[in-house]
């Protein structure tokens, strides 16, 4: 299950990059932008013995965010922008509710979640700032218990531009466009000590009307490895990938910019490892704490991920 989009730190600089280079089309304000939130989950991403659980099963989770990226790697500018920083920190109220109805073999649950975001961009002698909500994630889902070791998920995150947005600012905290997600994901225990969590989705991104710009589609996952070294305490490593599978259009009134591709398409890659931790206290409640560093960027910012969450489960 997965908030919605932290942050969106590649329009930012882009907007930013915009305004100091010719050789991008003046009205390409938002290219790679992504409703992703890439590593917002880690370990334990689904509960195990799924069909032992209450009828109704409410897990409170709570989400801090942290992002700093001091290099951004955009290849129709010949790699790395000089002189930008961002910083974007979010915290992320989400609520889960696992019903006892049966839908395809599985049990039918559902979760939403709604950030609060604030993101600072720096470049060019050039800073904005904004804090306010940001995009709000809704979706139904349906897990599978596939015995005590292993369970599987499948969802459609819908993403709603429910933040503050403005097309003349460098600093949003909404995208201000829909995204339509499929995502499958498992946690399994492959042994009694060893957890091994993937979540993957699939973004549709529909068009940005205030600026007649779509984002292309992207292929994504979030994975988790761990060992338990105690009985409250696992450590392991996690991290996240993301590719953009097709290009960014412009649309606009004259044949010109009509659903043309956007210079190279500004297709976004990334791929991020760190050391994580995850405690279980209370019996059933957990707290985790993961890091990442990002690596082999093109088209994004390059930078760190800091996410703490702590999860409280209720049966009623």
């Known amino acids: 299950m997965n908030p919605s989009r932290v942050s969106s730190p590649l329009r ?5 990059v915009l305004l100091s280079s010719v050789c991008l089309s003046a ?9 992703i939130g890439p590593g917002t989950d880690g370990f334990f991403m689904l509960p195990l013995d799924v069909n032992s659980l209450a009828d109704n099963m ?7 965010n942290f992002y700093k990226a001091r290099k951004l790697n955009i290849s129709s500018l010949g790699g790395k922008v000089p002189g930008v920083e961002i910083t974007s920190e979010a915290v992320i109220p989400r609520l889960d509710y696992l019903t006892p109805l049966r839908l395809a073999g599985g049990r039918l649950g559902f979760y939403a979640a709604q950030p609060w975001l604030k993101q600072r961009v720096q470049a060019y002698g050039l800073e904005d700032e904004r804090e306010s909500m940001g995009d709000t994630t809704v979706a139904p889902i349906i897990l599978w218990d596939m015995g005590k070791n292993l369970t599987l998920g499948a969802a459609l995150e819908i993403t709603l531009p429910t933040g503050e947005y403005d097309a003349t600012r460098l600093a949003n905290t909404s995208n201000n466009f829909y995204t339509y997600k499929p995502l499958f994901s498992f946690t399994w225990l492959p042994t009694e000590r060893t957890e091994l969590s993937l979540k993957t989705t699939y973004s549709f991104n529909e068009e940005n009307h205030d600026t007649d710009y779509r984002s292309g589609q992207i292929f994504h996952f979030d994975y988790s490895a761990s060992y338990k070294v105690t009985d409250n305490l696992n450590l392991g490593l996690n991290g996240y990938y993301l590719k953009q599978t097709t290009d960014d259009k412009q649309y606009g009134k004259t044949v010109q910019f009509n659903g043309q591709d956007v210079n190279d398409g500004v297709r976004g890659e990334v791929f991020a490892v760190g050391p994580a931790l995850y405690f279980t206290f209370l019996k059933y409640a957990s707290a985790e704490l993961r890091w990442a560093k990002e690596f082999d960027v093109e088209n994004r910012p390059e930078g760190q991920m800091l996410w703490a969450k702590v999860t409280i489960p209720y049966a009623f």
């Not at 409410?58 to 801090?64: R, S, W």
């Open 27 to 35: 009205q390409a304000t938002e290219s790679g932008v992504d409703n």
């Open 58 to 64: 409410v897990a409170l989770n709570l989400y801090y």
């Open 12 to 16: 930012l600089a882009i907007s930013l």
